[in-house]
């Protein structure tokens, strides 16, 4: 039976007219992936029988255009589909009389693009034609069966999808569904998931896990792996080479992928991910997955349903440690090298947040100071506290190193037997590299020798892959060596010594200067759940409760650095004191011994004041005129509006530190009086004063910020502030 047969039903009503003849018929077959249109050669037969229906129109072949769509299943609009898109802009110009389709309503995978296919043939005035006859979308029940035609489909679509995924669903619930299997497993034949009978692959995925458990961070797993040479093997999952083994380098991804899959606990998973509609991006398939679903949101979970290479409770361990490690503010974050210690483990007393660090550099190094900012930066509150960071690290260490002292001994041997195993994996790992360096020889030996010497042509290419195996081979065994002598196999009886005699010692441990902050840091958390700290106020009193790991608690009265010397909760009796003993005619000496004897401290808690701190607050405290009282300057006496600085610091009411940085900065004009003790002149007059007590009432921090959206004020400009 001919193809023209097939259209037993065409009723074409004299639509096709001479008008239509003159502009081209386009044959329209859509595929659903590259592998249909290579191995379907219906495809090929059909565009060949609609041809000649088009011809069988009375159009000529010379006017017949093929359009043959590979679609792929992630095209869901004619942008990611070349051919409908070349099939819309031919109707769009008036080059198409004619559109022909095994089934009409098969043209457009969604209603949107068939009735805007439709759409466009009427107001092009082309014909669309399938099995059932010819339809001119100008004519109104042509339409109406073309519109019922496309609703039918979108149906039927939708139902086989439902299927679909209802029978998908059904095989992954018995756990039978197959998907890609991770490093370490292979499936059989009979569809069973195994480990890898490869020993050296087993071992690396082992290793991977252990060396998180002890290191507890990817990235420092990553550097172990890359330090040792080790690499991870996997099995080819497609191609002439699927299922072969392949080495390839390990990166931070991929183990990131290792740590989290549950398969490796021996959990069959199903539905970890969903894809979001509104974040597809097009022209990638798989764009759009919301991964990183908690368990109870999986589609389905089976617990030992394959062979496992560690425990649940150490997969949900990990999990957890790699989520702790993401620097957010609602976890601790991944232990670094900066010199505050308790970063992460800090909560603020006041309002519960974790306490942020923050760093500040000088000549002696980073300052570390702790700050609870977080509502400050989220709904511009003020900061509830902020600390320096310095006598809290050195009470926590203490109190750490006072718990683990009594298991110095166990720490030793610990410490020797995890170092000890560490370098025994990564030897066993090198001798199986060696193992099968020795077995590629082999086998490209025998290939070599099992050749006819007269076939020249294959012999000297084995020849040739006999020789490459032969010198990686010796290349492998010279890198053995090497790093063998740079890390023995077995510890030495210096190195076990060593380390014992470190561990004995924890306190020496902890400050040999081979143990980093993060090693420091590592340690803390691992008997520290959390320090929650609250200060009184700005004075230097300090209330902190160490939650241990176990659940018992500590509390302690601690007292910290203040800026000021007015902060100091005692700074009442501190004026007291220093105004009784100045009207006794004592020396600032004096006066400083005896505020020691009696323990009151400066502001940053050195062990006592020195007479200078003392003649600075007898001065400020107006109790003897002493220098403020001199005006005699270099050049004279101070004029009308000349100041020394801590006049003018005390007259605005601001700290004089704060109005010597500003001096510095060029906010305030002054000089250097050339005579001991080399003091300070600030010119200012009434209005200028007027003016430093707005710019000290303004927030913290405003000075050093640039407000992109105001003008930069002339005033700021002539005192070096617009930025």
């Given at each position: 039976?001919?193809?023209?047969?097939?259209?037993?039903?065409?009723?074409?009503?004299?639509?096709?007219?001479?008008?239509?003849?003159?502009?081209?018929?386009?044959?329209?077959?859509?595929?659903?992936?590259?592998?249909?249109?290579?191995?379907?050669?219906?495809?090929?037969?059909?565009?060949?029988?609609?041809?000649?229906?088009?011809?069988?129109?009375?159009?000529?072949?010379?006017?017949?255009?093929?359009?043959?769509?590979?679609?792929?299943?992630?095209?869901?609009?004619?942008?990611?589909?070349?051919?409908?898109?070349?099939?819309?802009?031919?109707?769009?110009?008036?080059?198409?009389?004619?559109?022909?389709?095994?089934?009409?309503?098969?043209?457009?995978?969604?209603?949107?693009?068939?009735?805007?296919?439709?759409?466009?043939?009427?107001?092009?005035?082309?014909?669309?034609?399938?099995?059932?006859?010819?339809?001119?979308?100008?004519?109104?029940?042509?339409?109406?069966?073309?519109?019922?035609?496309?609703?039918?489909?979108?149906?039927?679509?939708?139902?086989?999808?439902?299927?679909?995924?209802?029978?998908?669903?059904?095989?992954?619930?018995?756990?039978?569904?197959?998907?890609?299997?991770?490093?370490?497993?292979?499936?059989?034949?009979?569809?069973?998931?195994?480990?890898?009978?490869?020993?050296?692959?087993?071992?690396?995925?082992?290793?991977?896990?252990?060396?998180?458990?002890?290191?507890?961070?990817?990235?420092?797993?990553?550097?172990f792996l890359v330090e040792h040479r080790v690499q991870i093997g996997m099995r080819e999952r497609c191609g002439p080479a699927?299922?072969?083994?392949?080495?390839?380098?390990p990166h931070q991804q991929g183990l990131v992928n290792m740590l989290r899959n549950p398969a490796y606990a021996g959990i069959?998973?199903?539905?970890?991910?969903?894809?979001?509609?509104?974040?597809?991006?097009?022209?990638?398939?798989?764009?759009?997955?919301?991964?990183?679903?908690?368990?109870?949101?999986?589609?389905?979970?089976?617990?030992?349903?394959?062979?496992?290479?560690?425990?649940?409770?150490?997969?949900?361990?990990?999990?957890?440690?790699?989520?702790?490690?993401?620097?957010?503010?609602?976890?601790?974050?991944?232990?670094?090298?900066?010199?505050?210690?308790?970063?992460?483990?800090?909560?603020?007393?006041?309002?519960?947040?974790?306490?942020?660090?923050?760093?500040?550099?000088?000549?002696?190094?980073?300052?570390?100071?702790?700050?609870?900012?977080?509502?400050?930066?989220?709904?511009?509150?003020?900061?509830?506290?902020?600390?320096?960071?310095?006598?809290?690290?050195?009470?926590?260490?203490?109190?750490?190193?006072?718990?683990?002292?009594?298991?110095?001994?166990?720490?030793?041997?610990?410490?020797?037997?995890?170092?000890?195993?560490?370098?025994?994996?990564?030897?066993?790992?090198?001798?199986?590299?060696?193992?099968?360096?020795?077995?590629?020889?082999?086998?490209?030996?025998?290939?070599?020798?099992?050749?006819?010497?007269?076939?020249?042509?294959?012999?000297?290419?084995?020849?040739?892959?006999?020789?490459?195996?032969?010198?990686?081979?010796?290349?492998?065994?010279?890198?053995?060596?090497?790093?063998?002598?740079?890390?023995?196999?077995?510890?030495?009886?210096?190195?076990?010594?060593?380390?014992?005699?470190?561990?004995?010692?924890?306190?020496?441990?902890?400050?040999?200067?081979?143990?980093?902050?993060?090693?420091?840091?590592?340690?803390?958390?691992?008997?520290?759940?959390?320090?929650?700290?609250?200060?009184?106020?700005?004075?230097?009193?300090?209330?902190?409760?160490?939650?241990?790991?176990?659940?018992?608690?500590?509390?302690?009265?601690?007292?910290?650095?203040?800026?000021?010397?007015?902060?100091?909760?005692?700074?009442?009796?501190?004026?007291?004191?220093?105004?009784?003993?100045?009207?006794?005619?004592?020396?600032?000496?004096?006066?400083?011994?005896?505020?020691?004897?009696?323990?009151?401290?400066?502001?940053?808690?050195?062990?006592?004041?020195?007479?200078?701190?003392?003649?600075?607050?007898?001065?400020?405290?107006?109790?003897?005129?002493?220098?403020?009282?001199?005006?005699?300057?270099?050049?004279?006496?101070?004029?009308?509006?000349?100041?020394?600085?801590?006049?003018?610091?005390?007259?605005?009411?601001?700290?004089?530190?704060?109005?010597?940085?500003?001096?510095?900065?060029?906010?305030?004009?002054?000089?250097?009086?050339?005579?001991?003790?080399?003091?300070?002149?600030?010119?200012?007059?009434?209005?200028?004063?007027?003016?430093?007590?707005?710019?000290?009432?303004?927030?913290?921090?405003?000075?050093?910020?640039?407000?992109?959206?105001?003008?930069?004020?002339?005033?700021?400009?002539?005192?070096?502030?617009?930025?």
């Amino acid at each position: 039976m001919g193809v023209s047969a097939v259209f037993c039903g065409e009723r074409d009503g004299g639509k096709v007219e001479g008008r239509h003849r003159d502009r081209l018929a386009i044959v329209y077959v859509r595929q659903s992936s590259r592998q249909q249109v290579a191995d379907h050669g219906e495809s090929t037969r059909l565009q060949y029988g609609l041809a000649q229906r088009a011809q069988a129109l009375g159009w000529p072949s010379s006017r017949v255009m093929v359009i043959d769509e590979d679609l792929g299943r992630s095209a869901a609009n004619a942008a990611e589909r070349p051919g409908f898109a070349r099939l819309v802009t031919e109707i769009t110009l008036g080059h198409v009389g004619l559109v022909l389709g095994l089934e009409m309503s098969r043209l457009a995978r969604v209603g949107h693009d068939w009735h805007q296919l439709v759409e466009l043939c009427s107001l092009a005035g082309a014909l669309l034609a399938d099995a059932d006859g010819v339809y001119d979308p100008n004519w109104y029940n042509d339409r109406l069966l073309l519109g019922l035609k496309g609703t039918m489909t979108e149906v039927e679509l939708h139902l086989i999808k439902q299927r679909m995924a209802s029978g998908r669903l059904a095989k992954a619930g018995r756990g039978q569904l197959a998907f890609p299997l991770p490093a370490g497993y292979v499936r059989r034949p009979d569809g069973e998931v195994v480990l890898d009978p490869d020993e050296q692959v087993r071992d690396v995925v082992r290793l991977v896990f252990r060396l998180f458990e002890q290191l507890g961070t990817v990235h420092a797993v990553l550097r172990f792996l890359v330090e040792h040479r080790v690499q991870i093997g996997m099995r080819e999952r497609c191609g002439p080479a699927r299922g072969e083994l392949v080495w390839r380098a390990p990166h931070q991804q991929g183990l990131v992928n290792m740590l989290r899959n549950p398969a490796y606990a021996g959990i069959y998973a199903y539905g970890r991910s969903r894809t979001d509609p509104a974040r597809r991006l097009p022209g990638r398939e798989h764009s759009g997955r919301l991964r990183g679903l908690d368990a109870d949101q999986w589609l389905v979970r089976i617990d030992g349903a394959w062979p496992a290479y560690i425990s649940v409770e150490q997969w949900q361990r990990n999990v957890e440690r790699m989520a702790a490690n993401r620097a957010r503010a609602a976890s601790a974050g991944a232990a670094r090298d900066g010199p505050a210690l308790l970063g992460g483990l800090l909560r603020c007393g006041i309002c519960g947040q974790r306490m942020q660090v923050s760093y500040e550099s000088t000549h002696n190094g980073l300052i570390g100071r702790y700050c609870c900012q977080l509502r400050h930066h989220t709904y511009g509150e003020p900061r509830c506290q902020q600390m320096a960071a310095r006598f809290l690290d050195d009470y926590i260490t203490s109190q750490v190193l006072g718990a683990l002292a009594p298991a110095a001994l166990e720490v030793s041997v610990l410490a020797a037997e995890q170092l000890q195993e560490q370098r025994s994996q990564v030897d066993q790992i090198w001798r199986r590299r060696l193992e099968r360096a020795h077995l590629v020889c082999d086998r490209a030996r025998r290939q070599y020798r099992l050749v006819e010497p007269e076939n020249r042509l294959v012999a000297r290419q084995l020849e040739c892959d006999w020789e490459d195996a032969l010198a990686a081979r010796a290349q492998l065994a010279e890198d053995y060596e090497r790093f063998g002598r740079e890390r023995p196999a077995r510890l030495s009886a210096a190195e076990l010594e060593a380390i014992r005699a470190l561990a004995r010692d924890i306190p020496a441990l902890w400050h040999a200067p081979t143990t980093s902050n993060a090693d420091r840091k590592k340690l803390l958390r691992c008997v520290i759940e959390s320090v929650e700290v609250t200060a009184e106020r700005a004075t230097e009193r300090v209330s902190a409760t160490v939650t241990w790991a176990g659940g018992s608690t500590t509390h302690a009265d601690l007292v910290r650095p203040v800026a000021r010397v007015d902060q100091l909760s005692y700074y009442p009796q501190l004026v007291q004191r220093i105004t009784k003993l100045a009207r006794q005619d004592l020396t600032v000496t004096a006066i400083a011994d005896a505020l020691a004897a009696e323990d009151l401290r400066p502001p940053r808690q050195g062990k006592r004041f020195n007479p200078g701190e003392i003649e600075h607050l007898i001065r400020r405290l107006g109790i003897r005129p002493g220098l403020e009282g001199d005006r005699r300057t270099d050049h004279g006496r101070l004029g009308r509006d000349q100041w020394w600085l801590a006049a003018l610091a005390r007259e605005v009411g601001m700290p004089g530190a704060t109005l010597f940085t500003w001096l510095k900065r060029g906010w305030v004009t002054g000089r250097q009086d050339t005579r001991p003790p080399y003091r300070w002149i600030i010119t200012a007059d009434r209005a200028e004063v007027e003016r430093l007590r707005a710019l000290h009432r303004l927030p913290t921090g405003y000075h050093n910020r640039r407000r992109w959206a105001d003008p930069v004020p002339e005033e700021d400009v002539s005192h070096g502030r617009g930025g």
